[in-house]
Structure formats: structure tokens, C-alpha cells
């Protein structure tokens, strides 16, 4: 799979997702890095078919509106787990990662908790 991590997502989530070999891309290696505006990520998404990977932070719930509006970016893995620390939020995507693909090969909105998977329709 293709995803796209959001800057508020460590960059070694990219990297641990890239060591269990799928195509990821961090902000951070776009030219304008970190500050790459939610519409250009929107646009790689879609030109890409790349799942962008975003976190809830109570500030930043534009992607969540732009793909039930929109339906952009492409396909959406919503990051739902509250303040976890990078050891927690690696473990949940290891434990978790074989399903999390096989809902997003189905779903084109995928949120993950910290208990749960939740296909959105």
C-alpha cells in the first residue's frame, strides 16, 4: 500500500511502515516538508492513490471534513488514540498493521484507537 503520514505522525511510523514494505512518504520528505498545505497533501493522495495517515488533534480536523465533504484525499486512516507516546503508537501499528491494510483494501476511512478498528462507510 501507499500512504502519506501527516506531520502531526512521527516520522519512524514512515519508516516502520516502509520496513514492512509498503510506499511511504512523510511530510517531512515533500519540498515544503512539514508545511505542505492539507489541499497539496489532498492532491497527492489522489494523484498518488495514496492513504493519508492523520492523527485527531482537536485544531486540525480537515481531513476528516474535506473526505466526508469532498471526498479527498483519497483513502483516510484516522490516527484516534489520544496522547500515546512513539513506543505505544509503533506497537499499535505493529500489532495492528495486517488489518488495518485489509480494511483499507475495502474502506476508504479507516480509524484507528487504541482498542479498535473501526470501518467507516
Known amino acids: ?47 498518488e492513490q495514496r492513504i493519508v495517515v492523520t492523527i485527531v488533534v482537536t485544531k486540525d480536523s480537515d481531513f476528516v471534513n474535506s473526505f466526508l465533504i469532498s471526498g479527498v484525499p ?15 503508537l509503533d506497537g499499535l501499528f505493529a500489532k495492528n498493521l495486517s488489518a488495518i491494510v485489509a480494511a483499507l483494501e475495502i474502506y476508504d476511512f479507516v480509524e484507528i484507537t487504541r482498542t479498535s478498528l473501526i470501518e467507516h462507510r
Open 1 to 47: 500500500m501507499k500512504f502519506l503520514i501527516d506531520a502531526q505522525l512521527p516520522r519512524h511510523l514512515a519508516a516502520s511502515l516502509k520496513w514492512s514494505g509498503h510506499d511511504v512518504l512523510h511530510t517531512l520528505d515533500l519540498p515544503s516538508g512539514n508545511r505542505t498545505p492539507d489541499w497539496r497533501i489532498n492532491e497527492i493522495s489522489v494523484e
Open 74 to 88: 483519497y483513502k483516510l486512516l484516522l490516527v484516534s488514540t489520544g496522547n500515546v507516546s512513539n513506543k505505544e
